[in-house]
């Protein structure tokens, strides 16, 4: 999985994109802050014996955060975020559950895995293929697959633990475990010819 630090370069990135204006020290901070916070999941483990790339690699904590921010601003009378910090403070709230989405838990899936949707359903996922211009079959991609002529449908080894109590999802501070285990399956496609192979992997065996 990408390093911390490479998740608040990319965040730092973004934010500066969009923030615009609201652009300060201060803004950057918290941001930075936020996507940082994500890999302390490393060490709940520790403690609790499950977690890892679970309890705060999800994307319900960014959606709880965006509903949160929306019932203040849209449904309330009077606004905390706005009285005590104005448009900068929207505009930082909104910038900071965007870069945890997607600089934080979604960049993950590019190279590991991540429990997306937990605690709603206890299941890691990983991203995984590619996207390839083929002189015959055009734009080909096969991250999501939606059947069809493409050929067969072969499974393989997935990379990713099954679920937040599986013993391969490892913490920084215990021996990694290896990418791909024999306890999870995906599945993939192998179009004929040149084209490319896209699929979206995920662990298939589930907490019994």
């Given amino acids: ?3 911390t630090i490479v998740h608040m370069a990319f965040a730092g990135l973004v934010a500066t994109g969009l923030l615009g204006g609201y652009f300060d020290k201060r803004s950057l901070l918290v941001v930075l802050v936020a996507v940082a916070l994500i890999d302390f999941d490393s060490f709940i483990p520790l403690v609790t014996g499950f977690g890892h790339r679970a309890i705060l690699h999800n994307l319900l904590v960014p959606l709880l955060g965006t ?6 601003v849209f449904l309330r009378d009077e606004s905390y975020i706005l009285d005590r910090w104005g448009a900068w403070g929207l505009r930082v709230a909104w ?3 965007f870069c945890y989405a997607v600089t934080g838990v979604l960049l993950d899936m590019t190279d590991g895995v991540v429990n997306l949707l937990w605690p709603l359903h206890d299941q890691f996922y990983t991203l995984d293929g590619k996207i390839e211009l083929s002189d015959q079959r055009g734009l080909v991609q096969t ?3 939606f059947g069809g002529d493409g050929g067969p449908r072969l499974p393989r080894q997935s990379a990713a633990p099954t679920t937040s109590t599986s013993p ?3 913490t920084p501070v215990s021996r990694p475990s290896p990418r791909r285990t024999p306890n999870a399956s995906s599945l993939s496609s192998e179009p004929p010819g ?3 192979c896209l699929s979206l992997e995920h662990s298939s065996r589930r907490r019994g």
Avoid: H, K, R, W
């Fill in 95 to 97: 910038v900071t559950l």
């Fill in 67 to 72: 509903g949160a921010v929306a019932v203040d």
């Fill in 1 to 3: 999985m990408p390093s």
């Fill in 168 to 170: 391969q999802a490892s």
């Fill in 194 to 196: 040149n084209c490319s």
């Fill in 143 to 145: 991250f999501i697959e």
